[in-house]
């Protein structure tokens, strides 16, 4: 490849294109949220028609779909996931709980600010979002793709220092693998 | 049904003193007894008047008495009746006798109490670690647990709702709603 800035520019405006139709989805089902993706996924909203589809296992999934709230039981598996996914990698942040707590405010086990532990490239807001909304976070998310702003993955080895800080205040056993990426 | 229930208090009666029992409408009935007695007393619910199963274990905290309250479910398929066992405890020193060589589901009650109001249990298989994970505050279920206070605490608030107006009493106002004195504490 040449290296030099402009052929490196075409050739992430290539990759981001071919990127921004072909998302696999990993849904994971935290909360009641997970019952908007069957039907966003089958055939009344078909977000297939989109290049959305659900992948099976974390290794093979493009973006982490976060469907409600997260306990901190949970929060615990999510970010064993999200780091066992490969790059590119995006995180959705799916209802309001994610976003400041929703119902769950005060509850003594419920997180409310997902990006304080995980990057959030896209929220959905809502509660629950329907699934016109779904798709319309997934346009957004297909939007910052093509533009190359879904950094959030890089976020995440840039400041991993804040986040595993973040993350070991509310969970003191989480069990830290070094990571070289 | 009225029948069923003197017939069920009366065997008690005649097998344990220091029971007293409540009626209620329906199919329930109610018997406050002593903890010392609890695994004799469902012993022989189960296996002699034949309420075989157990519906639930709860537990109330009644904070202002000092008191925990303990209530065994029990149901008869035979005489559909629930039979309610109800005891109390001290709330400062907590301590229960083991049910679990009964109905060995009550094993998973009984680890959640403990967890979750910080009842001792004699001789409780697996009293360790259970619903939550890496918990250093005290039992959360526990009514002077300070839910809000520790939330706030522990998982932060997003920016920028500290100027949110509470649109209740103008809610109230246009529905012509009026609200109960009891409800009214909760409102911010």
Known sequence: MINDKNSQKIVDIIQNWARKHSIWVLAYGTGCGAIEIPPTMTSRYDAERLGVRGAATPRQADVLLVTGYLTTKTLKRVIRVYEQMQDPKFVIGFGSCTINGGMY????????????????????NGCMPRPEAVLAGFGKLQEIIAEGRANGAQKYKDNLEWYKANQKKIIPSLLTTDYNW | MKDIKAKLTEKIKASFDT?????????????????????????????????????????????EEGEFEIIYILWSPVEKLKVFVRTRI?????????????????????????????????????????????????????????TEEY??????????????????????????????????????
């Not at chain 2, 004699?122 to 647990?145: C, N, T």
């Not at chain 2, 997003?158 to 009026?178: L, M, P």
């Open chain 1, 105 to 124: 405010y005060d509850s003594y086990n419920t997180i409310k600010l997902l990006d304080k532990y995980l990057p959030v490239d896209v929220y959905i």
């Open chain 2, 19 to 63: 029971v007293s029992e409540k009626d209620y409408n329906g199919n329930r009935l109610d018997f406050h007894v002593d903890v010392k007695i609890i695994p004799q007393i469902l012993t022989f619910l189960k296996v002699n008047l034949g309420y075989i199963h157990l519906s639930h274990i709860s537990c109330v905290d009644w904070l």
């Open chain 2, 151 to 188: 939330a706030e605490k522990t998982f932060w608030s997003r920016e920028g709702r500290e100027d949110a107006i509470d649109v209740r009493e103008e809610i109230i106002k246009r529905s012509r709603e009026e609200i109960p004195d009891f409800a009214k504490k909760y409102s911010r």
């Open chain 2, 90 to 146: 001290n709330r400062e020193k907590p301590v229960l006798p083991n049910i679990d060589m009964i109905w060995r589901q009550a094993n998973t009650y009984e680890r959640e109490m403990r967890e979750m109001f910080g009842i001792e249990i004699e001789g409780l298989e697996g009293a360790e670690e259970f619903l939550l994970e890496d918990w250093q505050e005290m039992p959360p279920m526990r009514r002077d647990f300070q």
